[in-house]
């Protein structure tokens, strides 16, 4: 069976990599696509990378006939994305990559994105898109809520610990390097190569990135009490992927037995030997996770690494992985395609 699939903001680096799974995907016909201000251009002029394909014109939402539409990807900004969710048919399946609809709690969301929410009555029915957490809600879902980059990479590591009760949960510190291709496409001051480039730097310091209120959330579900982690984020001139390294306070060996039990059938988590740490370079352009452990010089602290790709694993991966899901498709496929080295 072949489903008709839409995406919504193909413009940008989120839609992009959508394009290019989809390419690679067996029961998937890319049938619409829309940019408002890039509508009317072929996805050539604006990615050129992609002009091998045969695809849509990019158009305007309004132009969709979204009856004729199995599943819709929305890689639109935050904020806008809800407004546009709300209005779309109630039976169409919905992968969202904005930030809408991960936080449960509507007070939650004007916290962390200084707006209210406009769409609860879709946040009831949103399923959180963390696909090895949420396989079975994924499947019967209408709606699934994609995750951030760096969520995703700090739960990899942290969730298991937390769900098995193997690290102290008052004393976790997470630090991540974070390429820029995570910051979108649009123009900004600070993402320019000669502000960039030769250099990175901490931002979001002291507990104000917005995935903040993402780990508080699902930390604390697993805890079943209040779990808040020390997150500092980096930015780092490289146009893909994420390095996280979380500092916890256990057993290297226990901590590592546990990341392999629970990654032991997932197709998509790689736990490496003990020892050994992983790098971005060797998850590039895939929908791979690599995760390490290593035993600090002090007794009972542990270092545990996670390497992701942002745009996929971190995003449109990570959306194929819950759109297939949906679709009752074979969960890995058009995601099987090996990482891009060197």
């Known amino acids: 069976m072949t489903h008709k699939i839409a995406i919504l903001g193909a413009s ?10 989809i390419a690679t995907h067996p029961n998937m016909d890319l049938v619409a696509m829309s940019a408002d201000r890039k509508s009317g251009l072929e996805m050539a002029e604006v990615f050129p990378h992609l002009r091998h ?10 132009e969709i006939e979204f009856e004729n539409i199995d599943l819709c ?21 919905i992968v969202d990559l904005s930030a809408d609809f991960r936080l449960r ?9 200084g707006v209210e929410h406009v769409a609860m009555e879709c946040q009831a029915e949103a399923v959180y898109g963390l696909t090895e957490f949420y396989r079975n809600d994924i499947r019967d879902a209408r709606l699934v809520a994609g995750t951030g980059c760096n969520a995703a990479t700090g739960q990899y590591i942290l969730s298991p610990l937390i769900k098995a009760g193997k690290i102290d949960f008052d004393h976790i510190i997470l630090d991540l ?25 901490a931002y979001s310091v002291g507990g104000v990135h917005r995935h903040l209120g993402e780990f508080d959330q699902e930390f604390s579900k697993i805890a079943g009490r209040e779990v808040k982690i020390q997150f500092t ?7 893909r992927g994420i390095l996280g390294t979380a500092y916890v306070l256990g057993n290297a060996q226990v901590v590592h037995e546990t990341l392999v039990d629970a990654y032991k059938t997932e197709p998509f988590i790689k736990v490496l030997p003990l020892g050994e740490t992983p790098s971005t370079k060797h998850v590039r352009s895939s929908n791979f996770c690599h995760v390490g452990v290593v035993a600090d010089r002090i007794d009972g602290r542990v270092i545990v690494i996670a390497a992701l790709d942002n745009l996929t694993k971190g995003s449109s991966g990570q ?20 990482p891009v080295f060197p």
């Open 12 to 21: 940008g680096y989120t839609g992009a990599e959508l394009v290019r799974l």
């Open 319 to 338: 959306a194929m992985q819950n759109a297939n899901l949906m679709l009752g498709e074979k969960e890995t496929e058009g995601l099987m395609l090996a």
């Open 105 to 113: 709690d509507p007070a939650e969301y004007a916290k962390w994105y």
């Open 233 to 239: 984020p980096h930015l780092v001139p490289a146009n």
């Open 53 to 62: 394909l045969k695809l849509p014109s990019l158009c305007k939402i309004s």
């Open 177 to 201: 390097k974070c390429a820029v291709s995570g910051a979108g496409r649009s123009l900004k001051e600070n993402l320019l190569h000669a502000e960039l480039s030769e250099g990175y730097y």
């Open 73 to 93: 990807f929305c890689a639109l900004p935050h904020a806008t994305s809800q407004r546009v969710i709300r209005s779309l048919p109630k039976t169409l399946k």
